[in-house]
């Protein structure tokens, strides 16, 4: 198993950390991980990105130019990712806030209403998690309990009560793609 | 200790408390600033130095005065400081005092940008300041091998009495990988018999690097030469990917040696014999090993986030005969596996037409 | 029925380009920028101006200001300026410094400068951080002011006082004109732009050094919305950093 994700949008919608998840709960079961964010002038442009890579080997180039998934949060994302995501590759689009197409008939294209969903359970920053859950259920790369885990290990303690709220939406996007 | 999760520049930066750095001084600059940051707290809560210079000029003149006194210091930067730390690092080679110096690696000339570059191996084993002195220079490809790597350094700093470089490109600062950390030493209470600490009931001690008779500047110049001669016997280290065997052998370091092992499996997996040797240690640059396995190999192939400077290394190891071929990419543009996966398959067609 | 008039009361410089900066909202040095460029179309002199940029959030003025424009190494403007000037004293030279830029690593240069009464035009944005590396202490950062640096606020036990450049570069023979202005309020920035004149003026005129801080903010790395950090200038920044002029040499008040 080698895996790269991408998770991507504007800063502020919780790219990195929901990449940074996902690497805590791969670790904590015993994978190899590497997360490497976009920084650099980009990051004062607003877009905040990360690359996770998963692998049961050590991992060597721990970015890549076609990923094997991503999380697409707005539509700049889109417009650069549904080009780079590798044939046959799984796109989680946040569609409450991305109205392009996917224009491609080679990937799996999982369509989620991110910003809705979460501010309809209590806070849009849930976001990301959302489309984490719905990427876990297009792509169990670790399993749901795994990220629950992270997020109850992993939360500084002054975000500790957020756990639950997040663990509720996370289930909750995995449902949406799981009935899709 | 457990594996946790690490940004590169905060572990290098703990790696560093728990060496024992004692004081550390620097000035924030991208991609390098969070370990300045990490520090600025960290040190404090500790009770130990932390202070945030005006400019690196300050910092590393600074941080030549506490080595003066014999105590483990630090400081950090990125390619255009390490620029302005040249002064300070010729006096503090010439002073033969120990200091540990992280560069994080960003695209240049100029103010360039915060991209990740290699761009400055030139910089750090051959030109980091006036006269005849060479750091020792490490260079970690994994944040774990940084934290190692920046561990052992103040160690070899003083086993030395140099500078030590650990050198990485933006990349390594900035990801995050799970690393162990060593467990914290005790800070050293001992003192080197050179260190200033007041002459009381002895005559007074001297650090200095001016030698106005030229036979003794040049004795000072054979014991620094003395000195490189021995770490270049003592502190080779590389890596290798599947070397043994390998047809084409790619030589990286840092990033650009994790980018080669990945495009290294990829020819494996088109049945091209790639292989990858990464020096670990720029200077000494692990010259006897490489030449030894490119007896073995047909082609090397040089990749680098620069124009080709470690490549002079590459050729004056092999021998200007041998077939060294070169792909890098600069300003910050990193080259993907894909990309020197190409050029390991360009060579394997011509060499199958020789 | 009477008469309607028009009359253009405002409009962009001539001395700025029509593009979008990258400035984060709320950030004063846009307006920073817009007194310079109406002080320059004012004095006519946009044709034979030379700015030079610093290393800092205003790296990039150099797209904003329609005039010549260099870029320094950190710090190091008022030397390039000084160059400039000793070789083109027919051309108006100025810089356009942060506060680490010009008090921290660029110290050295910018006293110099002054010192030697360079006759060269600097304004100084004092934001009391550091911006663009994302939010670092700044060698005009006010006591107990939390930064990413001092994370537990500025202790200055270790790591000083906020320096203040006017009244340091005041008691230097060479200033011919120091003032220090805010652009927190429209009352305000009229008179910062009045300064600004004073300043270029001083220069033309071949009085010597002349320097105009600038109190602005940084609401990003502040970590506070735009009128919350125009509130914070006034009643934090002020009391430490007074407004007023402190050096106008004689030949200045006759300009
Ligand atoms: C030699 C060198 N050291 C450090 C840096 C990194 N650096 C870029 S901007 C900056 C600070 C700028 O702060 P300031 O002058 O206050 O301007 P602001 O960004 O707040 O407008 C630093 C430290 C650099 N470019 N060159």
């Given amino acids: ?180 | 200790m457990a594996r946790e999760l690490w940004k590169g520049n905060e572990a290098l930066a703990e790696a560093a408390v728990r060496a024992g750095v004692v004081a550390y001084f620097g000035y924030p600059i991208t991609p390098q600033t969070e370990l300045l940051e990490y520090l600025s707290l960290r040190m404090v809560r500790l009770g130990r130095t932390f202070l945030q210079a005006e400019s690196e000029l300050a910092a590393i003149n600074m941080v030549y005065g506490v080595a003066c006194t014999g105590v483990r210091v630090m400081t950090s930067s990125s390619s255009p400081g390490i620029s302005l730390m040249q002064e300070g690092l010729s006096y503090i080679a010439a002073s033969e005092v120990p200091v540990v110096l992280v560069d994080i690696m960003r695209g240049g000339p100029g103010l360039g940008n915060i991209q990740p570059s290699q761009g400055d191996y030139f910089q750090v084993t051959r030109s980091c300041g006036h006269g005849d002195f060479r750091p020792l220079v490490l260079a970690p490809a994994t944040v774990q091998e940084g934290v190692d790597l920046v561990y052992e350094a103040f160690d070899l700093a003083e086993k030395y009495r140099t500078v030590v470089i650990v050198v990485a490109d933006g990349n390594i600062g900035q990801m995050m990988e799970p690393a162990e950390m060593p467990p914290m030493r005790d800070i050293s209470t001992e003192q080197p018999d050179w260190a200033l600490v007041g002459a009381d009931g002895r005559s007074h001690r001297i650090i200095t690097s001016l030698f106005l008779s030229a036979e003794k500047l040049e004795t000072l110049n054979l014991r620094l030469q003395a000195k490189v001669q021995r770490v270049r016997e003592n502190e080779v280290r590389y890596r290798e990917h599947r070397a043994e065997d390998a047809d084409i052998l790619m030589v990286g370091f840092g990033t650009m040696g994790r980018i080669a092992q990945t495009a290294a499996d990829m020819a494996r997996q088109k049945g091209i014999r790639a292989g990858v040797f990464r020096p670990v240690s720029l200077f000494p640059f692990p010259s006897a090993a490489l030449e030894t396995r490119s007896h073995q190999a047909r082609r090397i192939l040089v990749v680098e986030m620069s124009a080709g400077q470690m490549l002079e290394d590459v050729r004056l190891a092999v021998g200007k005969d041998y077939p060294v071929e070169f792909y890098g990419r600069m300003g910050g543009v990193i080259p993907l596996p894909d990309e020197v996966f190409d050029a390991v398959e360009k060579i394997h067609a011509e060499m199958c037409h020789d | 029925m009477t008469e309607v008039t028009e009359e253009l009361v405002y409009q962009r410089p001539e001395s700025l380009t029509q593009v979008h900066t990258h400035y984060c909202p709320g950030c004063t040095h846009g307006t920073a920028h817009r007194l310079v460029g109406e002080v320059l179309d004012e004095l006519n002199v946009r044709g034979r101006t030379i700015g030079i940029a610093p290393v800092g959030c205003s790296v990039l003025a150099y797209y904003y200001f329609d005039v010549d424009f260099a870029e320094a190494a950190h710090g190091r403007a008022p030397a390039m300026a000084t160059g400039m000037k000793r070789t083109h004293p027919d051309k108006v030279i100025f810089t356009y410094q942060g506060d680490g830029d010009l008090a921290a690593i660029g110290t050295g240069e910018i006293v110099h400068a002054a010192g030697r009464g360079e006759n060269i035009t600097v304004i100084f944005i004092n934001n009391a951080i550091y911006g663009m590396t994302g939010g670092q202490m700044a060698p005009t950062t006010l006591e107990d002011q939390k930064t990413s640096s001092s994370p537990l606020g500025r202790d200055v036990s270790i790591a000083g006082y906020p320096l203040r450049m006017c009244e340091l570069l005041a008691t230097l023979d060479g200033a011919a004109y120091i003032s220090r202005q805010s652009l927190h309020d429209v009352r305000h920035i009229r008179r910062a732009k009045k300064a600004i004149l004073t300043a270029f003026k001083t220069q033309m005129a071949g009085l010597g050094f002349s320097m105009v801080e600038l109190l602005s903010t940084c609401s990003t790395n502040w970590k506070m919305d735009p009128v919350e950090s125009l509130e914070w200038l006034r009643d934090n920044m002020i009391p430490y950093f007074p407004l007023g002029d402190f050096k106008v040499a004689e030949a200045v008040k006759e300009l």
């Fill in chain 1, 1 to 180: 198993m080698h895996q790269s994700i991408v998770v991507s949008g504007f800063g502020g919608q919780g790219a990195l950390f929901a990449g940074q998840l996902l690497t805590y709960a791969a670790m904590d079961i015993g994978r190899q991980v590497t997360w490497i964010p976009s920084y650099g002038p980009e990051m004062r442009g607003g877009v905040a990105r990360c690359t996770v890579i998963i692998s049961d080997e050590e991992i060597g180039s721990p970015i890549v130019r076609n990923p094997d998934v991503v999380i697409v949060l707005n539509n700049p994302s889109m417009e650069k990712f549904r080009e780079e995501l590798k044939t046959g590759g799984v796109l989680v689009v946040n569609s409450s806030m991305i109205n392009l197409p996917a224009e491609r008939q080679d990937i799996r294209v999982f369509n989620i209403p991110g910003n809705d969903i979460a501010r309809g359970m209590g806070d849009v920053r849930m976001t990301n998690m959302v489309l984490m859950g719905g990427m876990l259920a297009a792509n169990p790369v670790v399993p749901l309990a795994a990220v629950e885990q992270a997020l109850r290990d992993h939360l500084p303690e002054r975000r500790k009560h957020l756990v639950e709220p997040n663990i509720q939406v996370l289930r909750r996007g995995y449902r949406e793609v799981a009935n899709y």
